[in-house]
């Protein structure tokens, strides 16, 4: 079955410090993958899409990267500031006839300390 | 510019009682349309698209049912809610490409429901 992970443990950086976090994905092919940032009680807000011809794709302090032969995504956000504090979540378009809908992980929690 | 609305923000029912969350969206016509759940500590789960008016598929077998009586209308209901129903329902549009999402997902603020 396919299969979207994300590291479920919350990750705890200092101020400054770059934030890596991980998408990795089984028995998907997708054209492209999508990072979306989630407030506590909001909706996720797009953040990044990277398509699988791109190895990687920057938004100012943003970085995206995508290994379709590892089948891995790495989410970078340099210089971290406590207002990045939230869920991040990743997700993978999947493709049917005549459609195509977003299937997401459970998302990582990024918790940024002054 | 385009702006999805969902109503309402939060909501407690009593299980067995109906339901109706509905979802607009403006600026745009012909958008795919979605509806996720996220239960507390799972990800998002979608339940719901339509790719336009009167086209509903459905992704998980459950107690509930939607419908898109217009291009930018999307209503999500239930005839008897359960316990499990209990959950953040969120409505989401993205621009479609002969049914396709071209881009990146819109997402609503969401609708707190509880059921008691």
């Known amino acids: 079955s396919q299969k979207i992970e994300q590291n479920s443990e919350a990750l705890n950086i200092q101020e400054g410090k770059t934030a890596t976090l991980t998408c990795n994905y089984t028995?998907?092919?997708?054209?492209?993958l999508q990072w979306y940032r989630q407030d506590p009680g909001r909706g996720p807000v797009f953040l990044l899409l990277i398509r699988e011809n791109e190895k990687e794709k920057r938004k100012e302090r943003l970085k995206v990267t995508f290994d379709t032969t590892l089948k891995q995504s790495l989410f970078h956000i340099t210089a971290s500031q406590p207002a990045d504090s939230a869920t991040y979540l990743c997700a993978l378009v999947k493709v049917g006839s005549g459609y195509s809908t977003l299937t997401f992980g459970k998302g990582t929690m990024l918790l940024v300390s002054p | 510019s385009q702006t999805i609305h969902q109503w309402p923000a939060t909501l407690v029912q009593p299980v067995g009682s109906p339901l109706s969350l509905e979802c607009t969206v403006e600026?745009?016509?012909?958008?795919?349309l979605y509806w996720y759940r996220q239960a507390a500590g799972r990800g998002l789960q979608l339940l719901f698209y339509s790719v336009g008016i009167g086209q509903i598929s459905s992704e998980v077998p459950q107690n509930l049912s939607a419908s898109r009586p217009q291009d930018r209308q999307f209503i999500l209901s239930s005839k008897k809610l359960l316990l499990s129903d209990s959950g953040f329902y969120l409505c989401?549009?993205?621009?479609?490409?002969?049914?396709?999402?071209?881009?990146?997902?819109?997402f609503g603020q969401g609708t707190r429901l509880t059921v008691v």
């Open positions: 600026g745009t016509s012909n958008p795919n």
């Open positions: 989401a549009w993205s621009v479609s490409y002969w049914g396709y999402m071209n881009t990146e997902a819109f």
């Open positions: 028995n998907y092919s997708p054209a492209y």
